[in-house]
């Protein structure tokens, strides 16, 4: 398992894949933080863990890995979320998570514009919807098979499509 937060695992498993052409690079990192937390009251600690593991560890494997992606019809995703849209995030709750996946989105779209225009890379900032997981409780919709497979599909789709979009798990775009 890789920590992602750990500079030395991702240098490991960069190591480790050597040699390797990757043609999906697919960063699912993503730490709730307390569901009742506000910037008020979390602690320095605590910020700076969610917004390390949920955006900027991310960028950074992915930079790291990035001289392995198959250059023409690569495909890198973000494991985002609805709650890191600016436009429809606020009011679902766990806000400190939500600022954390709209700070993944800003730099998934810096990294993306760094990559240039001439990249044939495709980028996308995923939503994998309302999973019944341990952090989307047992209320959610949807169940992981469901969710995974529809990813699946999204991101075979993506393949050649060049840019970077921030989608739901349907395909369907979402405001940032």
């Known amino acids: 398992m890789l920590d992602i937060d750990d500079v030395a695992s991702v240098d490991a498993l960069a190591q480790r894949l050597t040699g390797t052409q990757l043609d999906l690079l697919y960063i699912n990192a993503g730490i709730s933080g307390s569901r009742d937390a506000s910037a008020s009251d979390a602690s320095r ?16 494997l992915a930079e790291r890995l990035l001289p392995l992606m198959e ?6 995703t973000f494991m985002s979320s609805i709650m890191g849209s ?40 995923m939503h994998p919807g309302w999973v019944r997981t341990e952090m989307g409780g047992d209320q959610a919709p949807l169940d992981v098979e ?4 529809s990813i699946v599909e999204q991101v075979t789709t993506a393949a050649g499509q060049r840019g970077h979009r921030f989608i739901d798990y349907q395909g369907q775009p979402l405001p940032w």
């Open 71 to 76: 250059p023409r019809n690569g495909v890198i």
């Open 86 to 125: 600016v436009e429809l995030g606020p009011g679902m709750g766990m806000s400190l998570y939500g600022a954390s996946k709209a700070a993944l989105n800003h730099l998934t779209r810096t990294f993306a514009a760094e990559l240039g225009e001439d990249t044939g890379l495709t980028v996308l900032s």
């Open 146 to 149: 469901t969710s995974c497979r």
């Open 45 to 60: 600690e605590d910020v700076g863990a969610l917004f390390m593991t949920n955006a900027v560890a991310p960028i950074r």
